[in-house]
Nanobody, 125 residues
Framework: QVQLVERGGGSVQAGGSLRLSCTASGLTFADYAVGWFRQAPGKEREGVSCIHWSGSDTNYADSVKGRFTISRDVAKNTLYLQMNSLKPDDTAMYYC??????????????????WGQGTQVTVSS
């Protein structure tokens, strides 16, 4: 049974930082593209950042480039998202997910099969 568990969400002031983690069981991240997505109330789920199964390629939404960094620890089967210079617009539920597809420039929710339950990030001004 595949399970993805996100941790690390919370409430911070604008300009602050958070690091999200996503730990998997039932699958190996090294075999999948893995991504972070977010969904704010009343908005569609959007791709934030994804990393190729080889770990050699990543992509980022324009809105987070230069502020967020995706990484993974294969030994721990854990995905991370370091979020710096947070803005109120970053407030959302953040999810991790896995895919057998890779798009160099896009992180599309429809490509991803297994999802975690999400962790809430709230950024106040």
């Amino acid at each position: 049974q595949v399970q993805l568990v996100e941790r690390g969400g919370g409430s911070v002031q604008a300009g602050g930082s958070l690091r999200l983690s996503c730990t998997a069981s039932g699958l190996t991240f090294a075999d999948y593209a893995v991504g972070w997505f977010r969904q704010a109330p009343g908005k569609e789920r959007e791709g934030v950042s994804c990393i190729h199964w080889s770990g050699s390629d990543t992509n980022y939404a324009d809105s987070v480039k230069g502020r967020f960094t995706i990484s993974r620890d294969v030994a721990k089967n854990t995905l991370y998202l370091q979020m710096n210079s947070l803005k109120p617009d970053d407030t959302a539920m953040y999810y991790c997910a896995t895919s057998t597809l890779w798009r160099p420039n896009w992180c599309l929710p429809g490509d991803f099969k297994y999802w975690g339950q999400g962790t809430q990030v709230t950024v106040s001004s």
